[in-house]
């Protein structure tokens, strides 16, 4: 079986291949951009848009002029872009998601905005062909899984992995950790840009909870590196890791707005350092972005695709 990935970066690429390396050898896979798929002249048993607004509608034009299947990933970058559309520029993209064959969500969010925002004849077609599969995880993590240590957090380490210019709370954690020194807590925070996953790895380790508190730029895979070290996460709420775990198993969700509340939930890990701990340590080997797990879903998906 002959599936075509369209993909907008490298990136995508390489998070596809994340899953697609562990899949059958019956399974061939090639990558092309929306642009490159217009001179495609194989013949794709499906293709997957690995980006509803990016990749989407080239699939869909694709897909209706050689009679083959599509599949669609939602990305949070999508729900931005639909967002942002006027009412009446909405229908074509609406209609890639309900004519697709498949539509795969990568946080429970997504759903719950699609649900609210699409007309509801829509919204009934696309979730009765969705499923959820979160973004695998790099093997490095997989490979290199650490239980955080139980000791009580005297001096609480905070930890911000990303680009500073799109984070827009750090003004509101550093009130928050103010307010906790007030307390007699003693409270650091450390940003990091630039990292390989060898840096990085050595950076969680050393610290004690991850802040992931912009609900533009979240990333589940950012979220599953910190659990595979056994740290805790405070995510901003009805973000993409809100409802993957439940509240307080694996971290928090915090208004990223409210110095009250990013306080109160440090203080949460903190005075559960042992029990939360435990309940991370219980999520491994985090199955659910493991690739190896992932890639028997996917053939699935595009066996019941082809259909």
Not at 20 to 27: A, G, I, K, L, V
Not at 149 to 176: E, R, W
Not at 277 to 306: C, T, V
Request: proline share 4%; aromatic share 10%.
């Amino acid at each position: 079986m002959l599936i075509v990935h369209i993909i907008s970066n490298e990136n995508d690429r390489s998070r596809v291949e994340r899953v697609t390396r562990y899949m059958p050898e019956t399974f061939e896979h090639q990558y092309v951009t929306p642009n490159e798929l217009a001179a495609y002249q194989g013949d794709a048993d499906v293709i997957h848009a690995h980006r509803w607004f990016e990749c989407g509608h080239a699939a869909a034009n694709y897909a209706s002029a050689k009679h083959v299947p599509y599949v669609v990933d939602v990305m949070q970058s999508d729900l931005e872009s639909y967002h942002k559309l006027f009412m009446f520029n909405k229908k074509g993209s609406e209609n890639v998601l309900a004519e697709a064959a498949r539509v795969v969500f990568t946080s429970q969010s997504q759903q719950e905005f699609l649900a609210q925002h699409l007309p509801s004849k829509t919204a009934d077609t696309v979730f009765f062909h969705s499923m959820m599969l979160f973004e695998a995880l790099d093997p490095f993590w997989i490979s290199n899984i650490r239980i955080h240590p139980p000791t009580a957090l005297v001096h609480i380490k905070l930890l911000y992995v990303g680009p500073l210019d799109s984070h827009h709370h750090l003004d509101v954690v550093h009130h928050a950790m103010k307010k906790l020194e007030r307390r007699n807590y003693d409270v650091t925070l450390s940003v990091v840009e630039d990292y390989t996953n060898e840096e990085l790895l050595d950076v969680y380790c050393n610290h004690d909870i991850m802040l992931q508190l912009d609900e533009k730029t979240p990333s589940t895979q950012r979220f599953a590196e910190a659990l595979s070290q056994g740290l805790p996460v405070l995510y901003a709420p009805n973000n993409v890791c809100d409802g993957i775990f439940k509240e307080g198993q694996a971290g928090y969700a915090v208004n990223p707005k409210s110095s009250d509340d990013i306080a109160r939930a440090i203080l949460n890990v903190s005075d559960l350092f042992g029990t939360i701990e435990q309940h991370i340590s219980r999520l491994h080997p985090l199955s659910q972005f493991d690739g190896k797990e992932q890639a028997r879903h996917y053939e699935h998906l595009y066996e019941n695709s082809a259909m």
